[in-house]
């Protein structure tokens, strides 16, 4: 009898196979899409890791679209944005977190030079309109997300160019005119009515736009300095920090005195004190209560701008006292001629709140010839007084909502504080809008507005085995005696090092289909298919197999995989 | 929201299991605990091998599990015959295959029990004969088939029932023996040890002894989850472990010769190996002095190790243990 032999085949009916392993588990494994922790700190909500995923697989246009789904101006965040993503970042626990902020610049840079169109995603046109006022990033945002909505938008604004503090109180230095300029008008031309020189208050009042628009966004931040005295005493020459600057702005005046102390913490009192310097003032004192970026230095007492631009302020010259206060002006008759500072620090008292305390015998005196308050901003209440109710700021909720005002929202610098939702940034007022946005959908669809929540992903959960340590790309500044009042200090990564700086990326919380569970599965229950993972992965469990072993997930780099306890 | 997708409605696995990019030569359904090792690295032996192969198996819980009658895992020609004999078998099938003039390679596997102890005079001879014969020896370091009786290839100081600390041992007494050094002494062309935690080096290893026409030797670190005391789970984690502590260096051997090694870029104290496995727990006794001096002597163990084979690499080596098995989006960095 002959006998034939079938290589790499089996008799159907003796395989094992018939007999499922599956019946033994006691869990089972489960793809779950973890948040990772850029996404989870990001204020504008963008998911950076989704969009470093794409820039590493090679299609860069395809990370901006997802970047912008989120965020419409990366060119400009990604310039002047404190990135609280790098801080979050988990490679920075073991090297050094990726270039985010770099990367998003990059990609907002070659959107712009390549002409990338804004994707908007189909959806019925919508009769409603909306008017946003304030054509700062809460209010470009929050138009951007209506159009992307397919409302009919109108933004208004005072002055006759759109982009708000962006133009009016951020320096060319950190932020080119040019770049500004390009990636509004490309957001504008997206079907965005815009009304400018047209002040709520002066030019048209609230009631109005409530009666002509089905929704209305009031973007108008914080444009009154807060008031700031020494013991009641006020300089005769005083000049606000955000006035000086703007002033210096629109028509490159500014005062110099031969010694000014900067009373402040925030971008404002940075900036200015790095234009007074460069403007040829000898000694640029910066006052504030607030700690220096280091190790040392708890997260809600840090100096609030980025590292970076604190590092260079010092490079080029600009004093810092942290920790201090003013306690006393010294004047000769109503001039300044020095101030008398003492330390603090912020402590939690007997009811566990932090609140600043002074320590008597540590008052120093500082001999200058101006002070410069820079200590933030309030809403102008011209126009809007009804709703602010004698308050600095707009009380709502993360949505924008405020109590009683049904059709009315806002959002950016002019809010107060929501918990879990600090304010006060560019990137933090992209965020107010996009939620804004949702919040105006739901009303005028009728729902409760809606915010994605996936759980986070933290350090531990991920396996470190399977990365490497690699070296964060560094980035060209300009050198100190080459700095003017024009040319950005900062450079922007190569198209080269952008594509290794996001290789850097753990794909924290999402598959990156590195066959890790494929391959070590002793059970030959993952399979592997690019059709059919739904979930975006590819790969998918054969629960008739599955003993529940736990290795895959255990050996899952990027803790994308869970064991879920079976039902009995 | 979770995003939890449960797919076994909507994707017929088993259509897709048939068109995998990768040959299959051990099929799921075998009865083999949650997270075994030794399963793991015979699914990739042949899946490195691919489907030329015929398969002999010495008794063990590889010859068990993978072979329930009237069932059988393997999709390639397949024999047991007894304990001791995998290598004589092997041996005999090769010489039929010769005379046929036909180029199927063989594979010959056992585990540590059928290799270093019982079976070992077969092996021992079957390479001094020159068979064309690829022997993989799935070392989980006792037997364990049987109910954890130490072997041969027992690790010293560890628990088995046969080896049981108490007021005279703690553990094991002997050495594991080094059936590497006894192999490479028979002055055959490729001899290797393999890891399932370094599944592309293990990989490598098949193909390159699948190329040479005469008998070559792989033995794989393969963890035991019962024997071991361990969780299913971290299977990979503690042959991992082994590795990055020195204690079982990754070597290839030709003709005798330490010809590469897998460096280890920053060797890990052996108590993270010891302690991740019940079969060591007594090295953690409080108040014994012996537990310390024992945990001492695995790691002058490792140490040895690590100096005989050479294995810290200078500098950022991207071939050594910590390189090996680095991810990139889309695969691994090498394959």
């Known amino acids: 009898m002959p006998v034939t032999m079938t290589r790499g085949a089996f008799a159907k009916a003796g395989t094992s196979l018939a007999f499922k392993t599956g019946t033994w588990r006691s869990a089972r494994p489960v793809h779950v899409h973890a948040a990772a922790p850029c996404h989870r700190a990001c204020p504008a909500g963008e998911d950076q890791q989704a969009w470093l995923a794409r820039i590493q697989e090679g299609h860069p246009q395809a990370a901006w679209e997802s970047l912008v789904a989120a965020n419409p101006i990366p060119a400009v965040t990604g310039r002047v944005c404190p990135h609280p993503c790098e801080s979050a970042c988990n490679r920075g626990k073991m090297d050094e977190p990726i270039a985010i902020h770099a990367l998003e610049r990059w990609l907002g840079d070659e959107a712009i030079r390549h002409g990338w169109a804004y994707p908007i995603p189909k959806g019925p046109a919508r009769t409603e309109r909306v008017a946003v006022v304030g054509a700062g990033p809460a209010g470009l945002s929050a138009a951007y997300h209506l159009v992307r909505r397919h409302y009919k938008v109108t933004l208004f604004d005072s002055m006759p160019e759109a982009g708000g503090l962006l133009r009016s109180a951020i320096p060319p230095t950190r932020l080119p005119r040019d770049v500004l300029d390009q990636e509004l008008a490309r957001l504008l031309a997206l079907g965005i009515e815009f009304r400018q020189r047209t002040a709520l208050g002066r030019d048209i009042t609230l009631e109005e736009l409530k009666t002509e628009f089905d929704a209305v966004f009031l973007g108008i931040g914080a444009g009154k300095s807060r008031h700031w005295d020494v013991d009641g005493a006020v300089p005769a020459d005083l000049h606000e920090g955000l006035h000086l600057l703007k002033e210096w702005l629109q028509v490159g005046a500014l005062p110099t005195p031969k010694a000014v102390a900067i009373h402040g913490g925030g971008n404002t009192a940075v900036d200015l004190a790095r234009v007074m310097k460069r403007a040829g003032v000898a000694e640029v004192h910066l006052i504030t209560a607030s700690g220096l970026p280091g190790p040392d230095t708890e997260p809600d007492d840090v100096l609030n701008v980025v590292p970076r631009e604190f590092e260079q302020a010092v490079e080029e010259g600009v004093k810092f006292y942290p920790h201090r206060t003013i306690n006393r002006l010294i004047m000769r008759g109503s001039k300044v001629v020095g101030v008398e500072m003492v330390r603090l620090k912020k402590l939690p008292g007997a009811n566990g709140r932090k609140t600043r305390v002074a320590f008597e015998g540590t008052e120093t005196v500082l001999h200058v010839d101006m002070v410069v308050p820079a200590i933030g901003e309030v809403v102008d209440p011209a126009g809007v007084e009804a709703l602010l109710h004698g308050k600095d700021y707009f009380a709502c909720d993360r949505f924008g909502r405020m109590e009683g005002q049904g059709r009315v929202f806002v959002g950016g610098d002019a809010r107060a504080w929501v918990k879990g939702y600090p304010n006060g940034t560019v990137t933090a007022a992209v965020g107010d809008g996009r939620r804004a946005a949702e919040a105006i959908d739901a009303f005028l669809s009728g729902r409760e507005p809606a915010e994605e929540d996936r759980p986070p992903i933290p350090y531990e959960k991920l396996n470190l085995a399977y990365y490497e340590s690699s070296a964060r790309i560094r980035l060209p500044t300009l050198p100190l005696d080459s700095r003017n009042d024009t040319d950005e200090i900062e450079g922007g990564p190569t198209a080269a090092q952008a594509a290794t700086e996001a290789d850097r990326c753990f794909s924290c919380g999402n598959c990156l289909a590195c066959d890790n569970c494929w391959t070590l599965c002793p059970d030959s229950a993952v399979i592997k298919t690019v059709d059919q993972a739904s979930d975006g992965s590819h790969y998918v469990f054969d629960l008739d197999y599955c003993k529940g072993c736990g290795l895959c997930a255990h050996e899952c780099p990027c803790g994308y995989i869970k064991m879920e306890a079976e039902e009995e | ?335």
């Not at chain 2, 990739?44 to 329930?68: H, K, Q, R, Y």
């Not at chain 2, 005379?99 to 070992?120: C, E, L, P, S, Y």
């Not at chain 2, 299977?235 to 897998?262: H, K």
């Open chain 2, 1 to 335: 929201m979770t995003d939890t997708t449960d797919l076994r409605d909507v994707v017929d696995t088993s259509a897709l299991r048939a068109r995998q990019p990768r040959f299959r030569g051990l099929e799921a359904g075998h009865r083999a605990c949650q997270g075994c090792g030794e399963a793991l690295a015979a699914r990739l032996v042949t899946e490195a091998a691919g489907p030329d192969v015929i398969l002999t198996n010495a008794t063990g819980c590889l010859e068990v599990f993978s072979t329930a009658w009237p069932q059988s895992a393997w999709r390639v020609p397949w024999l047991h015959s007894l304990f001791e004999n995998s290598a004589a078998i092997a041996s005999g099938v090769e010489a039929a295959l010769k005379a046929q003039g036909r180029r199927t390679k063989v594979i010959a596997q056992g585990g540590d029990g059928g290799t270093f102890d019982i079976g070992f005079q077969a092996l021992s001879g079957m390479l001094e004969r020159m068979h064309n014969v690829l022997y993989v020896c799935y070392d989980n370091e006792a037997y364990m088939n049987t109910g954890i009786q130490r072997s041969g290839s027992t690790p010293h100081a560890a628990m088995t029932t046969t080896s049981p600390p108490g007021k005279e041992r703690m553990g094991k007494r002997h050495m594991k023996k080094d059936l590497l050094s006894i192999i490479a002494a028979h002055h055959i062309p490729y001899a290797a040890s393999a890891s399932v935690a370094y599944p592309q080096d293990l990989r490598r290893k098949v193909r390159r002894a699948m190329e040479i026409d005469g008998p070559t030797f792989l033995l794989i670190h393969s963890p035991c989850p019962l024997g071991w005391g361990h969780d299913g789970t971290v299977s990979i984690e503690v042959a991992r472990l082994a590795v990055q502590t020195g204690l079982f260096p990754l070597v290839e051997l030709e003709r005798g010769e330490v010809a590469s090694v897998m460096p280890i870029r920053k060797p890990v104290p052996v108590v993270e190996y010891l302690k991740r496995q019940g079969r060591f727990r007594h090295l953690f006794a409080d108040g014994d002095h012996r537990a310390r001096e024992e945990r001492e002597h695995l790691q002058a163990l490792a140490d040895y190790n690590i100096e005989r084979y050479g294995l810290m690499g200078d500098g950022d080596d991207p071939f050594d243990s910590e390189g090996a098995d680095t991810i990139r989006r889309g695969g691994p960095a090498r394959a």
